[in-house]
């Protein structure tokens, strides 16, 4: 109902749209306080960028000193200065800092930020047929608190007690007592302020891509015709405004516990001599609260990404993606899962076993969704024709990193197999193949595909081949040995792991691991040259590059206030009706109407 | 030296990739033609080769490895239960690996087989329900049989054996930066109450003199023995923050959090000696670990473990315990200025007055 009066307001809008917003833009309203979803896309973009480079530079001196513990590196201490760099070597409080620091800026502000801020504001207007964000001023905001945000995170870095260093999951005691690490000093303040504006950004952002997929969807565009890309996004936000909150929580009572004598997490501490006054509280209420959080937000940065990869697959297969149906449905069973999972995140944290069993039949639900997800990824290649643009290697990078990381999360979602590898390099490469690799693979290959919807140009395809193979290689270098590494017993966030004999035999996989961390972080310096390079100098982009049936592509191309000239496109069918039997084309746009007796959503195969 | 090397070949790559750059420049501005982004057959099949010999090469890689550090990983496990889950461990990773291998196979492989071309023509091939229902089924079934497999497992390993009533050898681990240090429960097998207030420079772990199960307990630093085929029953708190006693040789682990009393408990199968026999090193030793960051000093907070038949072991403990009787070394705590927690069960702190109660050894 209110979906008609929408389209009623809109078309009435339609024709008067191009002398309403032109001739009030200034350079301020354009280019920085910006309520257009374009331009607020690519400055969360960009923004990422940055966070990225810096996050990855800092992972590559703490494998340096990993690989290389104690050996004296000149620019480390020209980096870090004689207090956190004394002689070239990484102090251990540096390298806790760059290790929580790498993890919250890689988690938070690339791949939730960054991920969701740049695809979800430019996506879900252009795929629904919108003209904007439902509401533009909150998604200026949303941005910008993210800026701020990430200014804070920056600033936390140069403060003279050190960044935050008590991990990127900042579990009091440590993160609360100053006078247990240096980072939990003005750093963690900081930190706290800077994700305490994070989940501003993030709520803003998520309200505004809900409400405008509900409502702002043009005519004809109803939930089971919207590009998984869509429902990717939706799903996302619900869970983003679902959990954020409580993480808003836990920092709260974490800024009382610290600043006001309050007692929600600490009790029972002796520590530097003498007993503290806090009593009553628990530790691991903190756990609770933070993976209530931290598991969501797990899809959080993946589901974006599998909605990008669902799109970019379909599209260079040149077929429509396999079970549309059982891809939503999986995407929200584990949407609705992911709620119920955060427990095995703290099977050894004394909780009773029995609420431990609980945990472990919940998150191993969750691989029947994810393994329905990778066999339609997979059959959706078979008897393709398969157009290898640079985003579609980078998707099948993806697919391929969802299963390998996959599968030894069943090992880790196990409690009993847990206790031996909790909190070991084994949960590093897990995690960083199935949630890191699969999520920065899919926002590579989101760049990629939607980058003249973003700049009106194309990005060169040799490099972005030459990227994609030194990336992907050196990632599995990265994070396959780690494993071994796991299975050995090596814990994670050793500042070395050579201190004692029990790992002394396992430094040659340290050293391989950084000499692939340190070719892979090169390797990016070939995709922030044909980013930027082709920003201003790449080819003119056509209006429908990959011959794509979604709406996005069908605007004329170029970038327009507004998103089409004239009236928004009627949609009459599903996104995915690639070499669809009796077209002429092997694409057929969403704004094409059915012809007689044709069927919607592959409908027709089906009764065959 | 090894810096400047790194640094010179850091320079070398960047101009290395700065030359690869303008060379792909200039030879696509020299081919004029098609733009510098559009896919053609030439690159489908490029590609679509590089596929294939990624799928080669990776599980040649995989496989490599394996092979190279199978040998470097932890020794036969040395519990009961270590034992047990090893073979749970293999038995998973057998699914995992067929899983991974099919999978990655047909990713690749499909990619490789279905490059396009020009001339090329895809399926129309939305959906099919029964395919789909199949491998809904099928990872159901794997589930379940994982799940049942290790909750079986689970619920053996955390129980507790006070409850069951077991024959067991009680210790306490006490944590604090960055070290543990450990407490015998002494003939009674029962640990005299502690509470954090009445921790002093001589009293460290905080233990009340004034209960009577504290005074046959004695603290041991550095090293603990334990003996072998005895089940050894670990009462684990802390002192500061958060950490975690992990067991890597012996498959145990928990985390110790201040304020909170957990617990964990094996039976070790191996002596220590028998383990430098197996493993061909004399100097072989166990080791307890901190496995929860808790500080600048977290990667060297370890604790070496001594495993004993049974014999050694109490000759060991006898000695031990005639050089370090709990009550004989401390100070007693200041008369009225503490009182132990009220109710002995509140929410969260779960510190007992009556701590652990154990039974007696035999």
């Given at each position: 109902?209110?979906?008609?009066?929408?389209?009623?307001?809109?078309?009435?809008?339609?024709?008067?749209?191009?002398d309403?917003?032109?001739?009030?833009?200034?350079?301020?309203?354009?280019?920085?306080?910006s309520q257009?979803?374009?331009?607020?896309?690519?400055?969360?973009?960009?923004?990422?960028?940055?966070?990225?480079?810096?996050?990855?530079?800092?992972?590559?001196?703490?494998?340096?000193?990993?690989?290389?513990?104690?050996?004296?590196?000149?620019?480390?201490?020209w980096?870090?200065g004689?207090k956190?760099?004394?002689?070239?070597?990484?102090?251990?409080?540096?390298?806790?800092?760059?290790?929580?620091?790498?993890?919250?800026?890689?988690?938070?502000?690339?791949?939730t930020?960054?991920?969701?801020?740049?695809?979800?504001?430019?996506?879900?207007?252009?795929?629904?047929?919108?003209?904007?964000?439902?509401?533009?001023?909150?998604?200026?905001?949303?941005?910008?608190?993210?800026?701020?945000s990430?200014?804070?995170?920056?600033?936390?870095?140069?403060?003279?007690?050190?960044?935050?260093?008590a991990?990127w999951?900042?579990?009091?005691?440590?993160?609360?007592?100053?006078?247990?690490?240096?980072?939990?000093?003005?750093?963690?303040?900081?930190?706290?302020?800077s994700?305490?504006?994070?989940?501003?950004?993030?709520?803003?952002?998520?309200?505004?891509?809900?409400?405008?997929?509900?409502?702002?969807?043009?005519?004809?565009?109803s939930?089971?015709?919207?590009?998984?890309?869509?429902?990717?996004?939706?799903?996302?936000?619900?869970?983003?405004?679902?959990?954020?909150?409580?993480?808003?929580g836990?920092?709260?009572?974490?800024?009382?516990?610290?600043?006001?004598?309050?007692?929600?997490?600490l009790?029972?501490?002796?520590?530097?001599?003498?007993?503290?006054?806090?009593?009553?509280?628990?530790?691991?209420?903190?756990?609770?609260?933070?993976?209530?959080?931290?598991?969501?937000?797990?899809?959080?940065?993946?589901?974006?990404?599998?909605?990008?990869?669902?799109?970019?697959?379909?599209?260079?297969?040149?077929?429509?993606?396999?079970?549309?149906?059982?891809?939503?449905?999986?995407?929200?069973a584990?949407?609705?899962?992911?709620?119920?999972?955060?427990g095995?995140?703290?099977?050894?944290?004394?909780?009773?076993?029995?609420?431990?069993?609980?945990?472990?039949?919940?998150?191993?639900?969750?691989?029947?969704?994810?393994?329905v997800?990778?066999?339609?990824?997979?059959?959706?290649?078979?008897?393709?024709?398969?157009?290898?643009?640079?985003?579609?290697?980078?998707?099948?990078?993806?697919?391929?990193?969802?299963?390998?990381?996959?599968?030894?999360?069943?090992?880790?979602?196990?409690?009993?197999?847990?206790?031996?590898?909790?909190?070991?390099?084994?949960?590093?490469?897990?995690?960083?193949?199935?949630?890191?690799?699969?999520?920065?693979?899919?926002?590579?290959?989101?760049?990629?595909?939607?980058?003249?919807?973003?700049?009106?140009?194309?990005?060169?395809?040799?490099?972005?081949?030459?990227?994609?193979?030194?990336?992907f290689?050196?990632?599995?270098?990265?994070?396959?040995?780690?494993?071994?590494?796991?299975?050995?017993?090596?814990?994670?966030?050793y500042?070395?792991?050579?201190?004692?004999?029990?790992?002394?035999?396992?430094?040659?996989?340290?050293?391989?691991?950084?000499?692939?961390?340190?070719?892979?972080?090169?390797?990016?310096?070939?995709?922030?040259?044909?980013?930027?390079?082709?920003?201003?100098?790449?080819?003119?982009?056509?209006?429908n590059?990959?011959?794509?049936?979604?709406?996005?592509w069908?605007?004329?191309?170029?970038?327009?206030?507004?998103?089409?000239?004239?009236?928004?496109?009627?949609?009459?069918?599903?996104?995915?009706?690639?070499?669809?039997?009796?077209?002429?084309?092997?694409?057929?746009?969403q704004?094409?109407?059915?012809?007689?007796?044709?069927?919607?959503?592959?409908?027709?195969?089906?009764k065959? | 030296?090894?810096?400047?090397?790194?640094?010179?070949?850091?320079?070398?790559?960047?101009?290395?990739?700065?030359?690869?750059?303008?060379?792909?420049?200039?030879?696509?501005?020299?081919?004029?033609?098609?733009?510098?982004?559009?896919?053609?057959?030439?690159?489908?099949?490029?590609?679509?080769?590089?596929?294939?010999?990624?799928?080669?090469?990776?599980?040649?890689?995989c496989?490599?490895?394996?092979?190279?550090?199978?040998?470097?990983?932890?020794?036969?496990?040395?519990?009961?239960?270590?034992?047990?889950?090893?073979?749970?461990?293999?038995?998973?990773?057998?699914?995992?690996?067929?899983?991974?291998?099919?999978?990655?196979?047909?990713?690749?492989?499909?990619?490789?087989?279905?490059?396009?071309?020009?001339?090329?023509?895809?399926?129309?091939?939305?959906?099919n329900?029964?395919?789909?229902?199949?491998?809904?089924?099928?990872?159901?079934?794997?589930?379940?049989?994982?799940?049942?497999?290790?909750?079986?497992?689970?619920?053996?390993?955390?129980?507790?054996?006070?409850?069951?009533?077991?024959?067991?050898?009680?210790?306490?681990?006490?944590?604090?930066?960055?070290?543990?240090?450990?407490?015998?429960?002494?003939?009674?097998?029962?640990?005299?109450?502690?509470?954090?207030?009445?921790?002093?420079?001589?009293?460290?772990?905080?233990?009340?003199?004034?209960?009577?199960?504290?005074?046959?307990?004695?603290?041991?630093?550095?090293?603990?023995?334990?003996?072998?085929?005895?089940?050894?029953?670990?009462?684990?708190?802390?002192?500061?923050?958060?950490?975690?006693?992990?067991?890597?040789?012996?498959?145990?682990?928990?985390?110790?959090?201040?304020?909170?009393?957990?617990?964990?408990?094996?039976?070790?199968?191996?002596?220590?000696?028998?383990?430098?026999?197996?493993?061909?090193?004399?100097?072989?030793?166990?080791?307890?670990?901190?496995?929860?960051i808790?500080?600048?000093?977290?990667?060297?907070?370890?604790?070496?473990?001594?495993?004993?038949?049974?014999?050694?072991?109490?000759?060991?403990?006898?000695?031990?315990?005639a050089?370090?009787?709990?009550?004989?070394?401390?100070?007693?705590?200041?008369p009225?200025?503490v009182?132990?927690?009220?109710?002995?069960?509140?929410?969260?702190?779960?510190?007992?007055?009556?701590?652990?109660?154990?039974?007696?050894?035999?």
């Open positions: 109902m209110s979906a008609n009066h929408g389209h009623e307001h809109k078309d009435h809008h339609d024709d008067h749209h191009d309403h917003h032109h001739h009030q833009e200034t350079w301020v309203t354009k280019w920085v306080f257009d979803h374009k331009m607020i896309s690519r400055q969360f973009l960009v923004t990422a960028v940055i966070m990225g480079v810096v996050a990855m530079l800092m992972s590559t001196l703490f494998r340096l000193q990993l690989a290389w513990p104690g050996e004296k590196f000149a620019f480390v201490n980096m870090l004689d956190w760099g004394k002689d070239g070597i990484i102090s251990p409080d540096m390298y806790l800092a760059l290790v929580t620091i790498h993890g919250t800026i890689m988690v938070f502000f690339v791949l930020g960054g991920l969701s801020g740049t695809f979800a504001n430019l996506l879900i207007p252009y795929q629904i047929g919108a003209r904007d964000m439902a509401s533009g001023f909150l998604n200026m905001f949303s941005y910008w608190f993210f800026f701020a990430s200014v804070v995170m920056i600033i936390s870095c140069f403060v003279e007690s050190g960044p935050a260093s991990g999951t900042i579990y009091p005691p440590l993160s609360a007592l100053p006078q247990a690490i240096a980072g939990s000093g003005l750093g963690m303040t900081l930190w706290l302020v994700m305490s504006l994070f989940i501003v950004s993030a709520l803003l952002g998520g309200l505004n891509y809900i409400i405008t997929v509900l409502n702002l969807r043009t005519k004809g565009m939930m089971t015709r919207m590009p998984l890309t869509v429902w990717s996004f939706l799903i996302t936000a619900i869970l983003g405004v679902l959990s954020f909150p409580v993480l808003f836990a920092c709260l009572l974490l800024i009382f516990d610290r600043g006001f004598g309050t007692s929600f997490y009790t029972d501490i002796y520590i530097g001599g003498q007993a503290l006054d806090h009593t009553g509280g628990s530790p691991i209420l903190f756990q609770h609260l933070f993976w209530f959080l931290g598991h969501p937000e797990v899809y959080i940065v993946l589901l974006p990404a599998l909605g990008i990869a669902s799109e970019i697959i379909s599209v260079s297969s040149r077929k429509p993606i396999f079970g549309y149906k059982a891809m939503v449905g999986s995407m929200l584990i949407g609705f899962l992911s709620f119920i999972v955060w095995h995140h703290m099977f050894l944290t004394g909780m009773n076993p029995f609420l431990g069993s609980v945990f472990v039949f919940t998150t191993l639900l969750i691989a029947i969704p994810s393994a997800k990778a066999f339609n990824y997979i059959t959706t290649l078979w008897k393709g024709n398969i157009v290898f643009n640079p985003s579609m290697l980078f998707c099948i990078g993806l697919v391929s990193t969802f299963i390998t990381g996959g599968v030894t999360g069943i090992i880790l979602a196990d409690s009993a197999l847990d206790i031996p590898v909790h909190d070991t390099y084994f949960v590093v490469a897990h995690f960083h193949i199935v949630m890191g690799l699969s999520a920065i693979l899919g926002m590579f290959g989101g760049v990629y595909h939607w980058f003249p919807k973003m700049f009106e140009r194309m990005m060169n395809k040799k490099l972005g081949y030459l990227h994609f193979w030194f990336t290689i050196c990632a599995y270098g990265v994070f396959f040995p780690q494993h071994f590494l796991g299975m050995a017993g090596v814990p994670r966030r500042y070395t792991n050579t201190e004692f004999p029990m790992f002394d035999h396992l430094i040659d996989i340290n050293i391989f691991v950084t000499i692939c961390a340190i070719v892979g972080a090169f390797a990016q310096g070939i995709f922030l040259y044909n980013f930027f390079y082709s920003i201003f100098r790449g080819e003119k982009a056509p209006e590059p990959y011959n794509s049936n979604t709406l996005e069908t605007n004329g191309g170029g970038t327009i206030h507004g998103n089409w000239h004239g009236a928004l496109p009627v949609v009459y069918r599903w996104a995915y009706d690639y070499s669809k039997p009796g077209k002429k084309e092997d694409f057929v746009p704004t094409v109407p059915l012809e007689d007796g044709e069927l919607d959503a592959g409908e027709d195969q089906v065959h | 030296m090894t810096s400047f090397l790194i640094i010179l070949a850091l320079a070398l790559g960047v101009a290395v990739i700065a030359q690869i750059v303008r060379i792909f420049e200039l030879s696509s501005e020299l081919k004029g033609g098609t733009p510098n982004w559009v896919v053609t057959d030439r690159d489908n099949r490029g590609q679509g080769n590089m596929m294939l010999l990624f799928l080669i090469a990776f599980f040649a890689f496989l490599w490895q394996l092979l190279k550090y199978k040998d470097l990983l932890l020794p036969v496990a040395a519990s009961e239960e270590g034992v047990e889950l090893d073979w749970l461990m293999n038995f998973n990773f057998l699914i995992i690996t067929v899983v991974f291998i099919i999978c990655n196979f047909f990713l690749f492989y499909f990619a490789f087989k279905y490059r396009g071309s020009k001339a090329g023509k895809a399926l129309y091939y939305p959906v329900h029964k395919l789909e229902l199949l491998w809904t089924i099928i990872p159901g079934i794997a589930m379940a049989i994982i799940i049942v497999l290790g909750l079986r497992s689970w619920t053996k390993i955390t129980r507790d054996p006070i409850e069951t009533g077991e024959d067991i050898l009680t210790i306490e681990l006490v944590s604090e930066q960055f070290k543990w240090t450990a407490r015998y429960a002494g003939d009674d097998n029962k640990l005299g109450f502690n509470f954090y207030r009445l921790i002093t420079e001589q009293n460290v772990l905080g233990i009340d003199s004034t209960d009577a199960a504290s005074a046959d307990d004695f603290i041991v630093y550095n090293e603990i023995h334990i003996p072998k085929g005895k089940r050894v029953y670990f009462s684990l708190r802390s002192k500061d923050v958060i950490h975690s006693a992990f067991f890597p040789h012996f498959r145990q682990q928990m985390n110790t959090v201040p304020g909170l009393q957990t617990m964990l408990h094996f039976m070790p199968t191996i002596t220590t000696d028998s383990m430098r026999l197996i493993t061909g090193n004399p100097e072989y030793n166990y080791v307890l670990l901190c496995n929860k808790c500080g600048a000093s977290h990667f060297n907070m370890q604790m070496n473990i001594v495993v004993d038949d049974s014999a050694t072991f109490w000759n060991w403990y006898d000695e031990k315990k050089k370090t009787i709990f009550a004989s070394n401390m100070t007693a705590p200041p009225g200025k009182d132990p927690p009220a109710t002995p069960d509140s929410a969260g702190t779960g510190a007992k007055p009556d701590s652990v109660t154990a039974k007696k050894p035999d």
